[in-house]
């Protein structure tokens, strides 16, 4: 079982940085891809930022260039690094992970993995 616990959130103005944690346990087996949700009010989850074998990475279009996925093996911790933020960027971001290597198939949707974590609130104001 992998258990996700997402950290970093909080209050920000626009243009401000902010970055998220995301420490994980479980098998590595289990969470071979990891990537980050984002759902505004009345919005669909979507999907912001892949990370799977060999740390290839993906990006929704609307982040790229603004945001780094990264993780740290040894402390099984997988971070977004959220530059210039926007209002639009207001959301709760979700930590997801599965066992199979969804970078592949580049995309990045929420039906594709199979373990998430409760989420921390991001708030950007103009």
């Known amino acids: 079982q992998v258990q996700l616990v997402e950290s970093g959130g909080g209050s920000v103005q626009s243009g401000g940085s902010l970055r998220l944690s995301c420490l994980a346990s479980?098998?590595?087996?289990?969470?071979?891809?990891m990537a980050w949700f984002r759902q505004a009010p009345g919005k669909e989850r979507e999907g912001v930022a892949l990370i799977g074998t060999d740390s290839n990475t993906l990006y929704a279009d609307s982040v790229k260039g603004w945001f780094t996925i990264s993780q740290d093996s040894a402390k099984n911790t997988m971070y977004l690094q959220m530059n210039s933020l926007k209002p639009e960027d207001t959301g709760l971001y979700y930590c997801?992970?599965?066992?199979?290597?969804?970078?592949?198939?580049?995309?990045?949707?929420?039906?594709?993995?199979?373990?998430w974590g409760q989420g921390t609130q991001v708030t950007v104001s103009s």
């Open positions: 479980g098998s590595t087996a289990s969470r071979r891809s």
């Open positions: 997801a992970a599965d066992p199979a290597n969804r970078w592949w198939l580049q995309r990045i949707r929420p039906t594709d993995f199979a373990y």
